[in-house]
């Protein structure tokens, strides 16, 4: 069923569990993403980013998720990352979306707020949910995680972007980065606490892909509703390939579409679980 992220993240921030978001770029990636969700009794977020519509066009993938929410029976939410811009959010929902991020992270507090409260405005005419970030989640491609404090979310700001801009969800940074670490990082849970303690809305993970699973713990138990996770399905996806190309010489085209399938299925599923989301859907 197609609902809104606001309903999905309300009940994982309610319950003390979070909702796994995956980015699927594919067909494949789509259907075994439903289908880990729907043997799991488990919510789900697919989304795409708008750094990732070269690969995966939004015209063509919105649709396709949308089709998939409708025809599932569990909740599934569907969403736009890291819109860069408010025209990219305004197209998103005229393709169907329920929920959309706009990135203003890397512009000045300010900035930031004013950029925020249009695409909120919006988006709540439509009945669309509105995720924001503030902090700077880094990129593993150019930033080597150090534990900088001055990239982190602070505290103070985050009571004024929540209250001035009227988002549903906020998008933190602890010490977490995009892509695939080179390291297992060391979140700043202290930090997280304090933003949650503040902020009386459900809270965003992003850049999931490489933290170790007690720290993806101790973000579910105190305050993340929502974790993005993108490279490890890519990861996942590209590891089973590889192994399975080893044994079997004869798979053929059909037999590889699959296998990418059953590896998306299988990285959703373990962070469905992960996540504590599994059987959280109301029979």
Known sequence: MLVSLREIVADAYQNG????????????????AIMAAEELNSPIILQLA????????????????????????VPVAVH????????TCAQAIRLGVT??????????????IRVTCEVVQMAKAF????????????DTDTVEWDNNVNTFTDVDESIRFVQETGIDALAISIGNL??????????????????KDRNPIPLVLHGGSGTSEADFKDCVHNGISKVNVATAIQLRIMDELRECMKNETDLGYIGLKEKIKCASKNAVADHIKLFESNNKVKQ
């Open 127 to 138: 009945g669309v949910a509105v995720e924001s970030e503030l902090g700077k989640v880094g």
């Open 178 to 195: 995009h892509g695939k670490y080179t390291a297992t990082p060391n979140l700043n849970i202290q930090r997280l606490k304090e933003i």
């Open 99 to 112: 929920s959309v991020m706009i990135d203003g992270s890397t512009l000045p507090l300010e900035e930031n």
């Open 17 to 32: 569990y979070a909702v796994g978001a995956f980015n699927c770029l594919s067909l494949e990636n789509v259907e075994g």
């Open 50 to 73: 708008e750094v990732q519509f070269p690969c995966a066009p939004l015209e063509k993938m919105i649709p396709m998720f949308v089709d998939a929410a409708r025809s599932s029976f």
């Open 80 to 87: 736009l990352d890291h819109g860069l811009s408010f025209n």
